[in-house]
């Protein structure tokens, strides 16, 4: 074989430097740290540890601050997914993270590769995955390149989950010209393991084999982390070889081989090889464990001639683990692996002397501190600016529509309201048997395999427009809805991760905005007793300086303990009385009647009152679980009248609706916050009000469920049908491209 050429010898200057995203007072320390002039290879083991995404060297401050821990948190933030106990020695694995940057640079493989890493943290932990979501976030529908991007992502999320076998149960699909240069996507998955058999990355023990499991070493993704971490411009295609290609057949390999290696005993620490790939999985085990790490390069598997030890251990490869070995485990580990037809190969040992040492034929290629690369990359304090506050409007400063009916329709059929089951309709939501809701509903429920009632709700959500009007109010916001979607199906609240969107941190009102909505995020977590438990910071998220909305995504999970009281939008029955659990609707700005049909983006976000949101949360799933409920669904997005249409049409029955109408348009369409509607048997909606009443739980008997038109005061009268219809027709006919369209005409 001929031998590679070295690129170690290769100088560092400058421009090196800068192109690794290290600016001069983190190359200082470097050198420092080094002790000498680092090597080619060791420039790039240093820019890959400490870049943003790695690192999180600009909102770790601001991190800490979260609440994480709780009697149901078993592990929280800083393992690969938090794991919460849900009872009878079972335990729920989840978080969320982005893969944003390569999906708009090459849309299928980058949300492929994007579900593939976030089922990879789940099931690193010893938790078989249940359950998927997506968050996705488009630019504006008439972009160049949105139909082509949600063409695309839509593709490889479906592409992969649905090869890997885990069903997709529910996520969030949204539109926005300021995501038209840099699209959003968000990947969450969830898993059941045993409270007693969950697998950390901690390395522990001395002179123990380095395990190198799964698929081989290529040279895609190489400098992936780094590209993450920068903003884009024009030559955004030439970063097109930083996008993994993901293999999800491999994927499910991995995953029975690695539960049947844990079952085995052989496992000390395992670790995902995600984002910097086998450098900051060997490094983070290592760091973690006060251990030092030695890997041997000409033993790790690839796939292509002539790689370089910069190239292998910066390649993001997807489908790859390392795990720290129990060596008298090594014959049956290794008859594991080969029954799966994976790779597995010792690649090094761990040392007693907190160095990271890489060999590549014969010579040293790196030797550097493994605790200053793992666990003291910079801390950042970025000046911030406190975000400016908007004067709020009174409801009847905005003008009403001309007919109700027809705004109604139009919002129903807009981009951000319309069905998403063009969208879901590619997912295989039903695979594995235990799903209990189709997406389109509140939040998606799966039974928890092995118990008789036991389901797990999920939900994601946040509401970019708020966020970007009071990032503190925004973060609040997106937790609660979250909240409101897990208590809508009868769970309670447990725990939460976050995805952290936003653009160039060094931009002070960029980062001011980061700062105030963790400080939402953060109180409402600790009001509705939902700890972060894991997450994922994605920065930089800009195009020639134009920055995303602020999109901080919350996802949630809830339990359910007996699914048979599970509520849903669509179950109303002929002749329940409709209930509102809230106050009359009279918040307009920022709403999506004042986008959609006023053609407007102004104004204060709709505020949270934590208390309310607890209380009011807490009497509807007592009501749920005392089975007054035969439907309930949150109203969040258009108001009062969306919540109203999108119940009628999901059970297929209309309603006749009579409400307090201060102002019309902003009872109908305000999108205050804290409310429900809630369906209830005719024979319990006495019963129902009493305890409304008793409990001091702001309600109004608003209508009947029946019929096949919705009809609201003398404002609205719209068949079940017409609805629909409207609902329904946007994304396949947006999707269906105009030329096909003009040609099916």
């Known amino acids: ?134 968050a996705l976030r488009f630019g504006s529908p008439d972009h160049e390149k949105t139909r082509h991007l949600v063409a695309g992502v839509v593709a490889g999320v479906g592409g992969y989950g649905n090869s890997f076998g885990v069903p997709t149960v529910g996520g969030e699909v949204n539109f926005h010209e300021r995501y038209n240069g840099n699209i959003l996507v968000n990947a969450f998955a969830a898993g059941l393991a045993k409270t007693d058999a969950i697998y950390v990355s901690k390395a522990e023990g001395v002179g123990l084999p380095v395990v190198y499991l799964g698929a081989k070493t290529g040279r895609d993704g190489v400098g992936g982390a780094t590209m993450a971490s920068a903003e884009f411009d024009d030559s955004i295609d030439e970063k097109r070889p930083t996008v993994q290609v993901g293999d999800p057949f491999t994927e499910k390999c991995l995953m029975e081989a690695c539960m049947e290696l844990m079952a085995s005993g052989a496992v000390i620490a395992i670790q995902d090889m995600g984002a910097a790939g086998l450098t900051c999985s060997a490094v983070e085990m290592g760091a973690r464990g006060d251990l030092g790490i030695e890997l041997d390069l000409d033993t790790v598997p690839v796939r292509e001639t002539h790689m370089t030890a910069y190239e292998m251990m910066l390649s993001e490869s997807q489908e790859r683990m390392l795990m720290v070995l129990r060596p008298e485990k090594e014959a049956e580990a290794k008859a594991i692996f080969d029954k799966w037809a994976l790779d597995f190969a010792i690649v090094g040992k761990t040392t007693d002397d907190l160095r990271f040492r890489v060999m590549h034929q014969g010579e040293e290629v790196a030797n550097l501190p493994i605790k200053e690369l793992g666990d003291e990359a910079p801390e950042y304090d970025r000046p911030w600016i406190e975000p400016g506050t908007h004067v709020d409007q009174e409801p009847h400063l905005f003008a009403p529509p001309d007919d109700y009916s027809a705004a109604l329709l139009w919002m129903l059929a807009s981009p951000d309201l319309c069905s998403r089951r063009w969208v879901w309709e590619q997912y295989d939501t039903l695979i594995q048997g235990n799903s209990l809701q189709l997406p389109g509903g509140d939040a998606g429920v799966v039974r928890v395999e092995g118990h008789a009632t036991k389901a797990l709700a999920f939900s994601s959500d946040v509401t970019p427009r708020y966020v970007e009007a009071d990032p503190y109010e925004g973060g609040k916001q997106a937790v609660a809805e979250c909240y409101r979607n897990l208590i809508a199906t009868g769970a309670k609240p447990l725990a939460t991760t976050d995805n952290l969107n936003f653009g160039n941190p060094e931009k002070p009102e960029i980062m001011g905005q980061l700062v105030a909505a963790i400080r939402g995020i953060g109180e409402a977590c600790q009001a509705l007793d939902m700890p972060i438990v894991s997450g994922n910071v994605s920065l930089y998220n800009e195009t020639n300086g134009e920055a995303i909305l602020p999109t901080p995504t919350i996802g949630g999970c809830g339990l359910i303990d007996d699914h048979a009281k599970m509520a849903r939008v669509g179950t109303a029955d002929e002749s329940d009385v409709l209930f509102l659990i809230g106050t009359e609707g009279t918040h307009l700005s920022r709403s999506i009647y004042q986008r959609e049909i006023l053609g407007e983006e102004t104004g204060p976000a709709p505020t949270v009152d934590l208390m309310t949101e607890r209380f009011r949360g807490d009497f509807v799933l007592s009501a749920i679980r005392g089975d007054y409920a035969s439907a309930c669904h949150d109203i969040s997005d258009g108001g009062l009248a969306i919540a109203l249409a999108e119940m009628c049409m999901a059970s297929g029955l209309g309603a006749d609706c009579d409400i307090t109408v201060t102002y019309p348009h902003a009872a109908l369409f305000g999108e205050d916050q804290s409310r429900y509607i809630v369906s209830v048997p005719a024979k319990w909606a006495d019963m129902f009000g009493a305890n409304c009443e008793g409990s001091a739980c702001f309600f109004s008997r608003i209508g009947t469920v029946g019929g096949d038109r919705l009809k609201i005061n003398d404002l609205v009268d719209i068949s079940v049908e017409d609805m629909k219809a409207a609902h329904e027709a946007w994304f396949p006919d947006y999707m269906a491209g105009p030329k096909i369209a003009e040609a099916a005409e």
């Open 1 to 134: 074989m001929t031998k590679p050429t070295v690129d170690n010898t290769r100088p560092v200057t400058p421009e090196l430097v800068a192109e690794h995203g290290l600016n001069e007072e983190e190359w200082q320390r470097i050198l420092e740290l080094t002790g000498r002039d680092p090597t080619y290879t060791e420039m790039g083991i240093w820019s890959a540890m400490w870049n943003e995404h790695c690192s999180y060297k600009s909102s770790r401050k601001w991190l800490k601050t979260l609440p994480t821990e709780g009697p149901q948190v078993i592990y929280g933030p800083g393992e690969n997914a938090g794991v919460v106990d849900i009872g009878d020695g079972d335990c729920v694995v989840f978080k969320m993270e982005s893969h944003n940057h390569p999906s708009f640079i090459e849309p299928y493989q980058g949300a492929a590769t994007g579900v593939g890493g976030i089922l990879r943290d789940v099931f690193t932990m010893g938790a078989r995955p249940i359950a998927a979501m997506n």
